[in-house]
């Protein structure tokens, strides 16, 4: 068996998110992280059919976004989290992080959730 863990860091995207008037009226600068726990049944070739191409994840979470408003961090990242592990059965393992960009001038808000496929 072959582990790898394969990361999409800081994709930001305009988002309606949360729950007060302010982030009801306008779409949101959000920040999501992406880290999937791969298993391959031995080291992959040097061929992109042979690995978990992350271009759908990046392509999911555009969709996610465009989709409509989501009230809670959490819920967002439930979603990303079921896609990336609906999309390939090799991904064993994935943490999702969302950082809401603008909410504070001195700081960032986020969640992190861990799923594994059972």
Same mark, same amino acid.
Not at 85 to 97: E, F, G, I, S, T
Not at 101 to 106: C, G, I, K, Q, S
């Given at each position: 068996m072959a582990d790898y863990t394969i990361l999409l860091e800081g994709l930001e995207v305009a988002i309606g998110l949360g729950i007060h008037a302010h982030?009801?009226?306008a779409p949101q600068r959000v920040s999501v992280s992406v880290e999937l726990r791969c298993r391959y049944d031995a080291p992959p070739p040097d061929r992109i059919d042979a690995v978990i191409d992350y271009d759908y994840l990046r392509s999911g979470i555009h969709a996610l976004a465009a989709k409509g408003h989501i009230e809670l961090q959490e819920t967002l990242c439930d979603a990303v989290a079921a896609?990336?592990?609906?999309?390939?059965? +090799? $991904? =064993?393992?994935? +943490? $999702? =992080?969302?950082?809401?960009?603008?909410?504070?001038?001195?700081a960032r808000v986020g969640c992190e959730v861990v799923r594994e496929r059972s």
């Open positions: 982030e009801r009226a896609l990336a592990l609906a999309a390939d059965p +090799r $991904v =064993r393992q994935v +943490r $999702v =992080r969302s950082m809401k960009l603008d909410v504070y001038p001195d």
